[in-house]
Each structure stands twice: as structure tokens, then as C-alpha cells.
């Protein structure tokens, strides 16, 4: 078992531009959660998907930010005209079914943007 | 709302000494608390979890009780060691939705 797969693990953009950011979750794992740690903010709940679907995203910002799940072996978090402020690692995390399941994290993506 | 706070940003002990990390939580539903562990440059894992009242979990040296009366799952162990270096969150399901509800995390930094 590979664990929680995320790529890249470090992303450099310019402000302005696009930043995608990839998640495979553990195989057989239905649920699949988005966090983004900073030092200031600790680690904030983005996004969930429960066997694909979108269940909730309250976590995500409203404008720019968006994340898919086209199929059970990966999810992308794309941020697009990317700010300073997103600077931040961005976790994946999957579980079995959610909630109070133990959630097993990927090594997070580095996203820095200059 | 569901909320988790931990009282100590950072916290400095010698190797060898007993430490205890603080941990409160507010929800109106039956809750099921855990403890995740990240070492530098690493992903958080799972140390510890529970959602039974007055019941000690243990792993790896760490333990916790689970006390509804104080909503509280402090972290505990009775001798640190340099290896326990790390961040520690504490976070909580509560049920009212489908995430988990962090806390902002204690740095524990253990010395020789």
C-alpha cells in the first residue's frame, strides 16, 4: 500500500497564474478530504468527497479556488490567478468512510507563489 | 459550532521528563476526539483515538483519557523522549458534518 499519493510536492507560480494540484487516494478509501496548512492558520478543512461526490466544501475560498474528483483513483484542487496568500502545503487526506474514521495524510504540495 | 482548542502553542521540555498537551472541545454531539502527530516535513498521522467517557487510550507511550464531564482529551506521557519532537494536533468529530475540526496545533520540542 503506496499510502496517500500527491503531486507535485513542490509548485512555484507567479501571481497570477494557474496551480493544479493532484491526489490519489489510499485504493478502496471512499472518502477523500483537502487541508491547507500554514503556520499562522494551522491546518484548515478545504474540501470533501465522499465516493466522488462533492458533500462539502465550506472550507474552500469561493472565488478561485475549485476541486474535482472525476474518478475513485484521484482528486485535483486547482487554484487559479494564484495570490501570495495561498502560499501554503496543501494536504489530501483519504478514510475509509469519513468523519470518525482515521484520515491517513499524503505528504502534501509545497505551493509557493511569488 | 464544533470547536477544539489547545492551549499551548510550544512547549520545551527536557528528555525524560512527563508532559501533558492540553486539549478542550465544544460540540453538541456525542464526540470522538483523536490525536494526529507530524513530524517535520512529514504527514500528520493518527497517535491516539477515543469516544469513550473515562476510558485511557494508549500508543506508542502516549495516552489520553476522553472525559465528556470537562470535553477534554489531554495528551499524555510519562517520559519524553527526543524522537517525540514534533506537532501535535488534536481534533474532533463531532457530527455535525463530515470533517474533522482541528485544533491550532502544539509545537513540542524535546531537548538533550
Known amino acids: 500500500n503506496a499510502g496517500v499519493i500527491q503531486t507535485p510536492r513542490h509548485k512555484v507560480t507567479g501571481k497570477g497564474q494557474e496551480a493544479t494540484l493532484w491526489c490519489e487516494p489510499i485504493?478502496?478509501?471512499?472518502?477523500v478530504f483537502w487541508y491547507r496548512q500554514t503556520i499562522v492558520q494551522g491546518l484548515e478543512f478545504l474540501t470533501y468527497?465522499?465516493?466522488?461526490?462533492?458533500?462539502?466544501d465550506s472550507g474552500m475560498p469561493k472565488e478561485r479556488f475549485s476541486a474535482q474528483m472525476p474518478n475513485q483513483s484521484h482528486s485535483t484542487l486547482k487554484i487559479q490567478s494564484t495570490q501570495p496568500q495561498d502560499s501554503a502545503v496543501y494536504l489530501c487526506?483519504?478514510?475509509?468512510?469519513?468523519?470518525?474514521?482515521?484520515?491517513?495524510f499524503g505528504p502534501g504540495t509545497r505551493l509557493t507563489v511569488l | 459550532g464544533d470547536s477544539v482548542t489547545q492551549t499551548e502553542g510550544l512547549v520545551t521540555l527536557t528528555k525524560g521528563l512527563p508532559v501533558m498537551l492540553n486539549c478542550t472541545y465544544q460540540?453538541?454531539?456525542?464526540?470522538?476526539l483523536f490525536w494526529y502527530v507530524q513530524h517535520l516535513n512529514e504527514a500528520p498521522k493518527l497517535l491516539l483515538k477515543?469516544?469513550?467517557?473515562?476510558k485511557r487510550t494508549e500508543h506508542q507511550g502516549f495516552y489520553a483519557t476522553l472525559h465528556k464531564s470537562s470535553s477534554s482529551f489531554h495528551l499524555q506521557k510519562s517520559s519524553v523522549q527526543l524522537s517525540d519532537s514534533a506537532l501535535y494536533f488534536c481534533?474532533?468529530?463531532?457530527?455535525?458534518?463530515?470533517?474533522?475540526?482541528f485544533g491550532t496545533g502544539t509545537l513540542l520540542s524535546v531537548k538533550p
Open positions: 487526506a483519504s478514510s475509509l468512510v469519513g468523519g470518525r474514521y482515521e484520515q491517513y
Open positions: 485504493s478502496g478509501h471512499s472518502a
Open positions: 468527497f465522499r465516493n466522488q461526490a462533492p458533500i462539502d
Open positions: 460540540t453538541t454531539y456525542s464526540p470522538f
Open positions: 477515543s469516544s469513550t467517557d473515562n
Open positions: 481534533a474532533l468529530y463531532g457530527g455535525s458534518g463530515n470533517k474533522l475540526i
